[in-house]
């Protein structure tokens, strides 16, 4: 395919395709689609080799949030049956975070319900951060709290933090039919203001919601416009007891081809599968490692995901391997960038990996033939995209994760999409239009039990 030739090339050489591009990515046939993934899968091969990052969640405060998003289990009037309780304890979290490092987690996500952090809630994150690195002090912590206010990013970072999460979740023109309690010019303020810190930024979208193909063209497109270093991609989890319950509007030939638009538009950021991927892709989930160089381990915010194990025999089974700690996530062009920015430099607009993410460019996976001459990473850099780009190089596989069944994963943003396992796969609609409902249960994480998660 012409379309293909030309979106490889453009993602060998860190340029983002046209709109129309990304919008006809979406529009490609079944019979296209393992030739959209093996294009897609050259260009993730390009910036990232065959490394899988892994990130692993502990859900600090759970339910009870006052906030009206449509998607999420946790809003203001839920009847979902989730697990509610407040804040953690600093030694409780760190020995959660414990078990993800041991799966062969790089990145722990702290996330919290609610609004946004008060005081003396980032003086309580603070504290867990220093458990956390007390014990590990290459851990990347990426925090999740919802909105900022002033100087809380900036003191975030002072107590440790690499990295905020706050997702944009879908496009500007249809956020208000999302959630009311709060805009979308909220979101994109606290992610400028994380990046303004010197944190690095975690942005992403949540598909499966109803939205068009416009809005999620939109929506990436924004996402590289903030210069976010990390993309989650969530697939909606129909939770029971939300407005969104009955939104089965997902296959898993769909979620390729949002992961490959995704891909296309961000060819030297990390991509990641967050939430719902068990649900949505189920056996076809090894495709998606050749588009995402990252995922959550184990479990979400409030449901169960596959098992820690499970997902690192896939990382395997698929040809690829885990990304190790002392391993650079982000191409050198961008991890460059993220110095700068941490130190205040003139580049903060860019941001770039998080703590020991810095500095080491990789050759491709695929050897020189698929690395063009003088790449230059134009990703979202301001003034820096004229770095020159270097291409990840195959180094020597991760040290092997430990047993990751002990290991849950995690969510992206603490109010967005929550992740749910499935027994025997997740329920969409079937070429008739029927609810498939025999496919899937989702498990609550924790369900009959007064254990709070990862605790």
């Not at 946790?74 to 490092?101: F, M």
Request: glycine letters at 14%; hydrophobic letters at 35%.
């Amino acid at each position: 395919m012409d379309l293909l030739d030309t979106l490889t090339a453009k993602g060998l050489r860190g340029e983002a395709p046209t709109r129309e591009e990304a919008l006809a990515v979406l529009a490609t046939t079944d019979d296209e689609l393992l030739d959209v993934v093996a294009a897609a899968g050259r260009v993730r091969r390009r910036w990232f080799g065959r490394r899988v990052k892994l990130n692993y969640l502990v859900n600090l405060k759970s339910g009870l949030c006052p906030e009206d998003c449509s998607y999420c289990s946790q809003r203001l009037g839920s009847k979902a049956e989730i697990l509610k309780y407040t804040w953690l304890k600093p030694d409780q979290a760190a020995e959660a975070a414990k078990a993800g490092v041991a799966g062969g987690a790089k990145r722990v996500c702290l996330v919290a319900s609610g609004r946004g952090p008060t005081d003396r809630d980032i003086d309580r994150v603070a504290d867990t951060i220093s458990a956390i690195k007390e014990a590990d002090p290459a851990v990347e912590i990426c925090a999740c709290l919802g909105l900022l206010s002033d100087n809380q990013a900036e003191r975030l970072k002072a107590a440790g933090a690499d990295a905020y999460n706050h997702n944009l979740n879908t496009s500007e023109g249809t956020y208000g039919d999302i959630a009311t309690t709060h805009t979308y010019a909220d979101r994109v303020d606290t992610v400028q203001k994380a990046h303004g810190a010197g944190l690095s930024a975690c942005s992403g979208l949540i598909a499966g919601m109803g939205e068009s193909d416009e809005d999620l063209v939109d929506v990436v497109f924004a996402l590289r416009e903030l210069g976010s270093d990390s993309v989650p991609v969530n697939f909606l989890i129909p939770f029971e007891g939300t407005p969104l319950a009955k939104e089965w509007n997902l296959t898993p030939q769909r979620c390729l081809r949002i992961l490959a638009m995704v891909r296309f538009v961000n060819p030297d950021t990390e991509v990641r599968i967050a939430g719902g991927r068990e649900v949505h892709l189920r056996t076809m989930q090894p495709l998606g490692l050749h588009l995402a160089n990252s995922i959550f381990l184990g479990d979400y915010l409030t449901s169960e995901g596959q098992a820690g194990q499970a997902d690192l025999d896939m990382i395997k089974d698929a040809g690829f391997e885990v990304e190790g700690a002392g391993e650079a996530t982000l191409p050198r062009h961008r991890a460059d960038v993220a110095a700068a920015a941490a130190a205040g430099g003139a580049c903060g607009t860019a941001g770039g990996g998080c703590g020991p993410c810095g500095g080491h460019g990789e050759e491709p996976a695929g050897g020189p033939a698929e690395a063009p001459g003088d790449a230059q990473g134009g990703h979202g850099c301001g003034p820096c995209g004229g770095h020159r780009a270097e291409p990840a190089r195959d180094e020597a596989p991760a040290a092997g994760a430990s047993d990751g069944g002990a290991a849950d994963g995690g969510a992206s943003d603490g109010g967005a999409a929550d992740g749910g396992a499935a027994d025997g796969g997740a329920a969409d609609g079937n070429p008739n239009g029927e609810l498939r409902s025999d496919l899937v249960r989702v498990r609550r994480r924790g369900a009959g039990t007064e254990l709070a998660p990862n605790a």
